[in-house]
């Protein structure tokens, strides 16, 4: 005879595993470039004309300031502001925890690393000593 206990226990735990799977699934995202890297040096990605308006404020709009804007700003680091972004871009923050250099905090937190392409042009504006451009 069956024991009604153990399979409603059964029944509970296939249920949640069944959830979790699709909870995983769904937060899954391809990077396209982690996918396809582009050959270095294919010129794919544009480094001539990188400005922080044109270039790097659209970046830090699609991938950082969701977490990283206004007065609750996640860890105080401000990216929605050229004054906010220029103070980690210049004390070296940006860069290592976009790149997710050893010793930095690799953002975005709990996403996927920032494009190669992106990444670089965030180092080209960085080296060129974060310009309001």
């Given at each position: 005879?069956?024991?009604?206990?153990?399979?409603?226990?059964?029944?509970?735990?296939?249920?949640?595993?069944?959830?979790?799977?699709?909870?995983?699934?769904?937060?899954?995202?391809?990077?396209?470039?982690?996918?396809?890297?582009?050959?270095?040096?294919?010129?794919?990605?544009?480094l001539?004309?990188?400005?922080?308006?044109?270039?790097?404020?659209?970046?830090?709009?699609?991938?950082?300031?969701?977490?990283?804007?206004?007065?609750?700003?996640?860890?105080?680091?401000?990216?929605?502001?050229?004054?906010?972004?220029?103070?980690?871009?210049l004390?070296?923050?940006?860069?290592?925890?976009?790149?997710?250099?050893?010793?930095?905090?690799?953002?975005?937190?709990?996403?996927?690393?920032?494009?190669a392409?992106?990444?670089?042009?965030?180092?080209?504006?960085v080296?060129?000593?974060?310009?309001?451009?």
């Amino acid at each position: 005879m069956e024991n009604p206990t153990i399979n409603k226990r059964l029944l509970v735990v296939a249920s949640v595993l069944a959830a979790l799977s699709v909870l995983t699934a769904s937060c899954y995202r391809d990077n396209e470039e982690e996918l396809y890297p582009q050959v270095p040096g294919s010129g794919n990605c544009d480094l001539t004309s990188v400005t922080y308006q044109s270039t790097i404020a659209p970046i830090m709009a699609s991938s950082c300031n969701g977490c990283h804007s206004g007065a609750g700003a996640s860890a105080g680091v401000v990216t929605n502001t050229y004054e906010g972004l220029k103070t980690i871009a210049l004390n070296g923050k940006l860069y290592g925890s976009v790149s997710h250099a050893s010793g930095y905090s690799a953002m975005p937190k709990n996403g996927n690393k920032l494009s190669a392409c992106n990444i670089e042009k965030i180092k080209t504006w960085v080296d060129a000593g974060a310009p309001n451009n």
